[in-house]
């Protein structure tokens, strides 16, 4: 029997509606949230993403202040702008694009983000905070993994999780937060990574995996236990001349042959992708009821 598809689009859209009331509540107490984002350069994977954050930004009434500077700014210049946001009242969350361009230090750049602004949850005092367990900003991606699982009513508590993948922006963080004595997660958690021997042994073990490598077809059907729940974060571009942009995308697993195997089952595009952006407006609202008192 083929797997349930988990609709990201339609979890999103919800949510959505959901903090659409939040930004409504706000503002009868004289309160918009406010997002500030920069964008250094003119990356078009970057370009694309901005541009989809203002539009969800307008739709929900969140305030978008938008900042492009050339990929020639200095580090004093990028420095100068995130202190200004810091500053201004107006803005409750600082999105800070990556990558920035070469010759730019990132951490220092991010490290430079007041922690109570850092919606995207890079800060080392907020990822500290997340691996304590204590409140803070979860990073987006991974908070949409968990809202997705959520939705679905997945039982994540005492399950074995395998996640594929050991990235800052995504495997690590989505492994802290699904190991937690906390709602949603509570889970038995496995990372694997290029240095893992015998992948396919931990992967056909987990009752959930979340698959993360950036690299097209690492979990095909072989490697997938029958009935698990499958999360594909990747996002990559394959070539297909029959495609009008010449390009389609696929995810990290081979999504014909496994979701032969799996019960759920996220799609790409259109499952973990449209969370992202979601869980950034969620966070930017957070920050300004706190910053409201």
């Known amino acids: 029997m083929a797997a349930k598809i988990i609709d990201g689009k339609q979890i999103a859209h919800d949510l959505r509606a959901e903090i659409r009331k939040d930004v409504d509540a706000l503002k009868a107490r004289g ?50 702008l995130i202190n200004r ?10 999105l800070l694009q990556l990558p920035l361009p070469k010759h730019l230090n990132e951490s220092e750049a991010l490290l430079a983000i007041d922690p109570a602004k850092d919606i995207d949850g890079f ?15 979860f990073p987006c991606t991974p908070h949409g993994v968990v809202k997705l699982l959520a939705r679905i ?16 922006i995504v495997g690590k963080p989505v ?3 699904l190991l937690q004595k906390a709602p949603d997660a509570n889970a038995t958690v496995t990372i694997c990574h290029t240095g893992t021997r015998d992948m396919a042994f931990h992967t056909r073990q987990a009752d959930i995996l979340i698959v993360a490598a950036g690299r097209p077809n690492t979990i095909t059907a072989d490697m997938v236990k029958d009935q698990a729940i499958v999360i ?8 297909d001349a029959s495609r009008k942009a010449g390009f389609r995308l696929v995810g990290d697993v081979d999504f014909e042959g496994v979701s032969r195997k799996a019960s759920w089952i996220t799609p790409v595009p259109g499952g973990v992708g449209p ?12 920050s300004a009821r706190l910053a409201a008192g």
């Open 123 to 137: 800060h080392p005092v907020n990822v500290g905070r997340m691996v304590i367990g204590e409140k803070t900003y």
């Open 275 to 286: 969370m992202t952006i979601t869980m950034l407006l969620h966070n930017t609202v957070e």
């Open 31 to 80: 309160i918009t949230p406010g997002l500030g984002v920069i964008l250094v350069g003119d990356n078009p994977a970057s370009k694309s993403y901005v541009t989809a954050k203002e539009k969800a930004c307008e739709e929900i009434g969140i305030l978008s202040d938008d900042n492009r500077i050339p990929a020639t700014a200095t580090q004093a210049e990028l420095l100068a």
């Open 85 to 94: 946001m810091n500053r201004d009242p107006r803005i409750h969350g600082i």
């Open 153 to 168: 009513g997945a039982p994540v508590s005492g399950a074995h999780v395998v996640v594929v993948g050991r990235s800052n």
């Open 175 to 177: 492994a802290i937060m």
């Open 232 to 239: 594909d974060v990747g996002v990559n571009r394959i070539e």
